[in-house]
């Protein structure tokens, strides 16, 4: 490993791996703000709206499996290059080991007891299982469903989706935050080790 990309690289991944990290991040922001530029009045609620366009059928062809279509990865690289994302000078291993950061400030906020936490993972789950049903069904089933359920019902089990969305979205940029910090600082482990291992 004598030229990582990323971060991702400080935990032993191959660069071309932590290019695909970079690539999956770099899409993630890349829809978020496309969101909000396609449709302000939504708000933050923008960038969850997804449009079924004719692009659909470059991931998923009708005229074969999506399994035989090129995959993302073979143009990771490629379109980071392309848009300016890709840095000119790749992050490395010493540059990990210097980046400094502070605590977060909890603000008075503490970690959610082990109650709530159950609470808000068991309602969540219970959103995913609906989000899945839901993601696999055609629209005039879903039409279907949404007549049986009523409106009130169908308007709660948006706000119980758009609830659980919040949360794990939350708690994504939590878990990013501690292993950019973890990589950080086994960044740091690394070059202790290559210098004791330079001594003896």
Request: hydrophobic share 45%.
């Amino acid at each position: 490993m004598t030229k990582p990309t990323a971060a991702a690289n400080a935990a032993g991944l191959p660069e071309d791996r932590a290019i695909l990290f970079a690539y999956r991040q770099w899409l993630k922001h890349e829809g978020d703000i496309l969101g909000e530029e396609l449709f302000p009045e939504l708000g933050q609620d923008a960038s969850r709206f997804i449009p079924e366009t004719f692009a659909r059928h470059f991931h998923f062809p009708l005229d074969r499996p999506w399994t035989e279509v090129e995959k993302p990865s073979t143009r990771a690289r490629t379109i980071l290059e392309a848009v300016g994302a890709m840095p000119k000078d790749v992050a490395s291993i010493e540059c990990l080991a210097e980046t400094e950061f502070e605590p977060w400030d909890k603000g008075g906020c503490e970690f959610p007891s082990n109650e709530k936490l159950v609470s808000y993972m068991e309602a969540s789950i219970v959103s995913l299982c609906f989000a899945w049903k839901i993601a696999h069904s055609p629209k005039a089933e879903i039409v279907k469903a949404l007549k049986t359920l009523g409106e009130d019902l169908g308007a709660r089990m948006k706000d119980d989706f758009i609830s659980s969305i919040d949360w794990m979205a939350s708690a994504i940029i939590l878990l990013e935050a501690a292993e950019a910090r973890l990589l950080c600082a086994g960044a740091v482990i690394e070059l202790e080790e290559r210098d004791a291992e330079v001594r003896s």
